[in-house]
């Protein structure tokens, strides 16, 4: 794909955004890409999914602005959907998704890390949704998701303010799991934990993810329903079988890893 990469080691895929004479920043064609690139994901194949940006400088410095700079109302409402379809995709993309931030993730770029489920960056990453400096709002969920991750008061803080943030001060709050010294550590990590995660078994995690992010937008009565939906789904796969057998058999050996999505 023009602007994003594609590569699949193992269960594991990686999803790189590739402008880098932009500092990866998202316009149309980008987007596009983006979509079309998670759209042709095997997720009978595919367990877990990594993005980043290409570079050492930046993930995603934000939507193109000179892209946005001549935008009507209704374009501006039409990019804003566009984007935001795209990153609803990502966030309930049945598999995980990790953003591995190793750099600029301002605006957009903070909104797409925002969109998957894990965040680990590089100790250089920066983050923040600088929008209102350009007399806009964020419209690719920054007003929803961020605000739903570090809280309320931190979000308006900045948002409001416009300020970006370091690593450091992103890991304090919040916005990322951990910080790497350098770009390759952060994706030696990404890959670790992206492996990890493929080793589990594939159906349970997927049910996992579904439970947490359909059970957040619901009060606790639903969402405890949600769940048991979830989890006596899992009573019908193999992995369940398997996964408790060996226990039951003290059989440590066995990995649930072998068995293939196809096969259920
Ligand atoms: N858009 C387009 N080009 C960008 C860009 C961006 N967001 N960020 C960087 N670039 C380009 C620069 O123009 C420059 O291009 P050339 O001049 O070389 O052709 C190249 O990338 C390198 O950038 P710099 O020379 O500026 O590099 P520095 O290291 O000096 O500075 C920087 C890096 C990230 C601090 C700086 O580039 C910067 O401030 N960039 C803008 C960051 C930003 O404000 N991001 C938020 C964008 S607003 C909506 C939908 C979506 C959105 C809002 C509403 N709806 C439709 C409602 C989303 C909005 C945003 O994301």
Not at 37 to 57: E, H, L, N, Q, S
Not at 149 to 176: D, S
Not at 177 to 194: F, Q
Not at 221 to 233: P, W, Y
Request: charged share 25%; with cysteine; net charge negative.
């Amino acid at each position: 794909m023009g602007y994003v990469d594609y590569e699949v080691n193992g269960y594991v895929a990686k999803v790189t955004i590739n402008r880098p004479k932009a500092l990866n920043a998202l316009n149309e064609e980008v987007l596009k890409d983006l979509s079309d690139t998670f759209d042709a994901i095997d997720i009978d194949a595919v367990r877990c999914v990594i993005v980043t940006g290409a570079g050492d400088k930046s993930f995603v410095a934000g939507a193109d602005i000179g892209a946005m700079s001549t935008m009507t109302k209704e374009e501006g409402e039409k990019f804003g959907k566009f984007g935001n379809d795209i990153f609803r995709k990502i966030e309930t993309f049945p598999v995980p998704v990790i953003a591995a931030v190793n750099g600029f993730a301002l605006g957009g770029g903070n909104e797409l890390a925002m969109s998957c489920d894990i965040r680990l960056c590089s100790a250089n990453a920066m983050f923040g949704q600088p929008e209102v400096g350009l007399g806009i709002t964020p419209g690719f969920g920054g007003t929803q998701r961020l605000a739903r991750i570090i809280g309320v008061g931190k979000a308006k803080e900045m948002v409001y303010g416009g300020r970006n943030i370091k690593a450091a001060e992103a890991y304090r709050i919040g916005l990322v799991n951990a910080v790497y010294e350098t770009i390759e550590e952060l994706m030696e990590a990404a890959e670790k934990m992206a492996a990890g995660i493929a080793s589990q078994a594939p159906i349970a995690v997927r049910n996992c993810k579904k439970a947490m992010n359909d059970g957040l937008q619901v009060d606790m009565d639903a969402a405890i329903v949600i769940e048991e939906k979830l989890f006596g789904d899992c009573f019908e796969t193999e992995d369940q079988k398997a996964g408790m057998g060996n226990f039951l058999e003290k059989d440590k050996e066995k990995k649930l890893k072998v068995v293939p999505f196809k096969n259920r």
